[in-house]
């Protein structure tokens, strides 16, 4: 295919310095992954050329500092676009919420059924039939995405799988909550209609920023202001629910 | 329906535009939402300015019921909505879907040998994959059976024998509906637990709401939680109670009315002289669904029905709290319950609310009755005394999934009503639907393929459940009517979608 970046490499310079999905500061929910096949400059489903190569000294690594708020972070990929009020059996069909999260082999099981609820008017499938990661790092959504159960399993299928972050108009709370307290994705609220602005397969950069956080679609050449995470922030700068309570001298520091 | 609504305007919207007071973006959308769809007479409520909590004791703001609850359990004089607060928990509900995996997270953030913070605020109640032989859900049970045992955990309904619910004395079924019946629900409380339905028990007047497992792994290691205080979103319901009408149809009534994010990250409290009439079951339902609206927490200020019921269950004492008179609310909505009519939410959405009689055109393949939305005695005995009303046979395949062992066991020993003596269960068998079935969640959430009446086919169903998004109960195609008891019986009757005044006047 087209490297869709070419014509956009000028003009994305300013915003896009650095090249690096992993957003978030450790995944917490399964043993043994930290080494994310899915970071973008070794993505093998698609060739991209980075927007800049540049070398990564002056970013910190995230699997043990907390990041300052002041760092940015950046997810990159391809988009999968859904509708509406997606709700948790569309995200995990509760048939496979016999799964454990946090048992290390079945964390992996469960990438290979995110968004296997979605009815068959969505043509392409998030997960190929048999795989267990997804080749899309962004789930742009539209309104209430998340509503239903209060199942972990639904954001955590979606981190399984690879994806990086769930863009939408609009979240259900507990779905936004539980996404916070795993970290397994980063949830974004657009301000206008992006699951009608992109489409499935475009090519697109989250980056998140102290002031403002924007949706690049880099296949449109559109660029969406997103919200400030706002008091979910210092959790997940923290890294998560455990880290915060740690730093606030909820609970002890380390775990026996 | 939108014509008949608006002749007899049966509730006036009330509502304001929340200026800036931290709100998550979200709940803007919502308000604009019930501006969209509220009809004639809008008014603008007059909210009282807010101020930021302090300690020095200023001049107290008067709080709602919900923001008074989450302020003791966070020992602080006063709270205002936006704020983040680490509040105790009195209660924490799991089950066999979630146990095992909050259980997991706390081992790895507390260490293996850690130890809960009470193992007397802890209730483990199996209840979603039990009667299957999916060997990951059976062990399941067994996961949660060891960790209650390593941590002497008091309140563990444990299941052993597969083959007959019966023969486990400790067995209940479905979560929120054991939690009432065995006492754990009490006003004033804050109980938290592992399932979005868990809002059921803002019946009793405390906060309960649902949480994931990696919050549920911390609140077992701390006792506490981080929330942020929601405001109140409040409903008045004024007049009788028609004798066709239920709390199902109250409150698909309203999630029609807000759609399913109009009460996102709010409270929704309910009150007025309809709700002072409704039993504690119909309290359960009604608050049930409040997720199905996106809410946070549902909250019915506890009386004398709440008391009675409580104090029949349990020696723990309780403190009932009430919303002040001037507390703020950031929208009034308003029924004329007289007026309301049975309703269905039509496929694939809870806020897809329809006039059951003007849904009779629709041919239905099945009916189930179960879950902790409409699968408590009170909702079979209505089933049964509309089959005995109407002395006919049903029409298409009635499932009944009784949600607790004492459910099974009373819809087997309690008379109808008028009916001479004869109990739930005959009355069902002479209207020719399934015998009862083991308690449990059953097919309300599909579950592993062999779930009694899961939905294996693209069929069409109504069933007194919760969520109807698509393959919610099995199929991704199968079509399913969220319905009141009486109109899911009414329904079988007909083998169509069907208005229970058919049958009821």
Sequence with gaps: ?256 | MASSVISSSPFVCKSSQPKDLGFPKSSQISVHRCQKRSISRKIVSVMAPQRSSSTTGSVKTGMTMTEKILAKAAEKSQVVPGDNIWVNVDVLMTHDVCGPGAFGIFKREFGEKAKVWDPEKIVVIPDHYIFTTDKRANRNVDIMREHCREQNIKYFYDITDLGDFRANPDYKGVCHVALAQEGHCRPGEVLLGTDSHTCTAGAFGQFATGIGNTDAGFVLGTGKILLKVPPTMRFILDGEMPSYLQAKDLILQIIGEISVAGATYKTMEFSGTTIESLTMEERMTLCNMVVEAGGKNGVIPPDATTFNYVENRTSVPFEPVYSDGNASFVADYRFDVSKLEPVVAKPHSPDNRALARECKDVKIDRVYIGSCTGGKTEDFMAAAKLFHAAGKQVKVPTFLVPATQKVWMDVYALPVPGAGGKTYAQIFEEAGCDTPTSSSCGACLGGPADTYARLNEPQVCVSTTNRNFPGRMGHKEGQIYLASPYTAAASALTGHVTDPREFLQ
């Design chain 1, 1 to 256: 295919m087209e490297n869709p970046l070419s014509s956009r490499f000028g003009e994305h310079l300013r915003v896009c310095p650095k090249l690096s999905s992993d957003g978030r500061q450790r995944r917490r929910n399964h043993g043994g992954d930290d080494d994310d096949p899915f970071a973008p400059t070794s993505t093998a489903s698609f060739n991209l050329k980075p927007l800049v190569t540049r070398s990564s000294s002056a970013f910190v690594t995230r699997s043990s500092a907390a990041a300052s708020p002041q760092e940015r972070k950046t997810f990159h990929g391809l988009c999968y676009v859904v509708g509406d009020n997606i709700d948790t059996d569309q995200i995990i069909p509760a048939e496979f919420l016999t799964v454990v999260p946090s048992n290390s082999d079945e964390y992996s099981k469960l990438g290979s059924h995110a968004l296997t609820g979605l009815p068959a008017s969505y043509k392409n499938r998030f997960v190929e039939l048999g795989e267990t990661k997804t080749r899309y790092s962004i789930v742009i959504g539209g309104e209430n995405f998340g509503c239903g159960s209060s199942r972990e399993h639904a954001p955590v299928c979606l981190g399984a799988a690879g994806a990086k972050s769930v863009v939408a108009q609009s979240f259900a709370r507990i779905f936004f909550r539980n996404a916070v307290a795993t970290g397994e994705v980063y949830p974004l609220d657009a301000e206008v209609r992006v699951c009608k602005e992109c489409r499935t397969g475009d090519v697109a950069t989250v980056e998140l920023r102290e002031e403002e956080s924007v949706l690049i679609n880099h296949t449109t050449g559109k660029e969406y202001r997103l919200n400030a995470i706002g008091d979910a922030g210092p959790v997940i700068d923290a890294g998560g629910i455990f880290a915060y309570a740690r730093k606030a001298g909820m609970i002890p520091s380390a775990a026996a």
